[in-house]
């Protein structure tokens, strides 16, 4: 067991919201640390529109979702958050008043005087196939990541997909296979050409199989996979016998555990108020779209004002001692000290 | 307005007027169609607003473009006349138009 680590806010989701609510916490001398279940910070600004423009932030004209992320990292820089990336918080308890005890799918265990849920629309997980009867076989012999390579070696492994990690995955998994065959919906790749160059070396080597198709029927007993059958796009169906099956389809956004902590969810969304943008548990916060509250849009500039008020309150828990007097980064030397600037 | 109607995977229909300009995903969500997700709002990123295009109208409609091809890997049972209802502009020439929206989105 890995010892507990103790901060004044845990932030649960590394959107811009979340994000930018380590700059309003930091400026009132709250730690943070961020938990996301993506290896990467930005949330849907990088998973699903890194590239694409946004035009509502105010003051900038316009900034690619990826721009906005740096920019934000820049931003926070001062207050050097902590970020626990690639993993997602699995249980919230409430230890102390307030005080909480959260725990992540990697064995890892926070303590933190207040939680701050800025989970945008869930966390990302792999899209499932909708292939009948895939769910018993699902962490037994079909997997949606790999965690162990060993656990692959001598297998006859089915990959499905058609991006990098179906390629990268494919190379990798190859020499320790028995057999490997790609199913992929048409004989085009988006993945790195290098890695479909490679792949189809090792097609056209007899190392590998590769299908153009869809998988529509599997076959097993007791979620062990013990074949599958492709259907091709001229309406052939091929029966391969396989141990493991590995689909990769890009992610979705699951709303995920948060839903199982006793926070009053409405419609797979927190509510809160409209003054601190606090659950009904004092002391866990909702910011950004994963809240609900009259007249609430998903914007990203919604989610920063919500920031900014969450933090208020915020300061209360933390230092209950303290009276909050409120500052403009612009002529404080206090704020701006904190910054870096004065 | 041109027209569109929506057949949903249990057979549901409904026809809804449609503002030009604006495309199939976007009057499927104001039209309170359920099973157009759209994720990413329109990005072309996310693959959940399939839809299959009838195939008396799919000549009509046009295949997809290289970037939206990409993403139709990250989609399910896509079929030849498959698109992404975010990559349909609604125009003149499209009132009357039938799509059927899929049981299941990926999520």
New interface residues.
């Given amino acids: 067991m890995s010892e507990t680590i103790k901060t004044d806010v845990l932030i649960i989701g590394a959107g811009p919201v979340g994000l930018f609510a380590v700059f309003e916490l930091g400026l009132l001398d709250i730690r943070t640390h961020l938990v996301d279940i993506l290896d990467k910070v930005g949330g849907?600004c990088a998973e699903?529109?890194p590239e694409?423009p946004i035009y509502d932030i105010p003051g900038i004209p316009i900034i690619t979702a990826n721009g906005l992320t740096d920019a934000l990292m820049q931003q926070i820089k001062p207050f050097h958050p902590t970020f626990h990336l690639g993993e997602m918080v699995t249980t919230l308890e409430k230890i102390g008043d307030p005080l909480f005890r959260l725990r992540t799918d990697t064995g890892k265990t926070f303590e933190a005087k207040c939680v701050v849920i800025a989970a945008g629309?869930g966390s990302f997980q792999p899209?499932?196939?909708?292939i009948n009867g895939i769910g018993p076989y699902e962490e037994k012999s079909v997997f949606y990541a790999v965690r162990k390579m060993e656990a692959f070696r001598d297998k006859r492994l089915l990959i499905v997909?058609?991006?990098d990690s179906a390629l990268d995955w494919t190379l990798n998994l190859q020499p320790i296979a028995q057999k490997l065959t790609l199913v992929?919906?048409?004989d085009?790749f988006?993945g790195a050409p290098d890695s479909v160059n490679k792949m189809r070396a090792l097609v056209a080597a007899g190392g590998m199989d590769l299908k153009i198709g869809?998988v529509t029927t599997l076959e097993g007993t007791d979620g062990k996979l013990a074949a599958a059958s492709i259907k091709g796009n001229d309406g052939s169906v091929a029966r391969v016998e396989v141990d493991a099956m590995l689909p990769f389809?890009?992610l979705?956004?699951?709303l995920g555990p948060v839903a199982d902590w006793g926070i009053k969810m409405e419609d797979e969304l927190i509510p809160t108020d409209t003054a601190a943008f606090e659950t009904n548990i004092p002391g866990v916060f909702a910011i950004g779209d994963i809240n609900t509250y009259p007249g609430k849009l998903k914007l990203i500039l919604s989610g920063f004002h919500e920031a900014a008020l969450m933090s208020q309150k915020a300061h209360r828990y933390v230092y209950p001692e303290k009276k909050l007097v409120f500052q403009y980064t612009t002529s404080s030397t206090s704020l701006q000290k904190k910054l870096g600037v004065a | 307005m041109p027209k569109i109607t929506y057949i949903e995977h249990d057979g549901t229909q409904h026809t809804v007027e449609a503002e030009l300009g604006s495309t199939v995903m976007e009057t499927a969500l104001r039209n309170d169609i359920a099973s157009i997700v759209a994720e990413c709002g329109g990005g072309c990123t996310c693959a959940t607003c399939l839809v299959h295009v009838d195939e008396k109208w799919f000549e009509i409609v046009g295949p997809p473009s290289a970037e939206e091809e990409e993403q139709l890997d990250a989609a399910f049972e896509v079929k030849p006349t498959s698109r992404l209802s975010c990559q349909i502009k609604v125009t003149e020439p499209l009132d009357g138009l039938v799509v059927r929206t899929p049981a299941y989105q990926g999520r």
Avoid: W
Avoid at chain 1, 127 to 130: L, Q, S, V
């Fill in positions: 849907q699903l529109y694409k629309g899209k499932r196939p909708p997909g058609g991006g992929h919906r048409r085009d988006r869809q389809f890009g979705t956004m699951k």
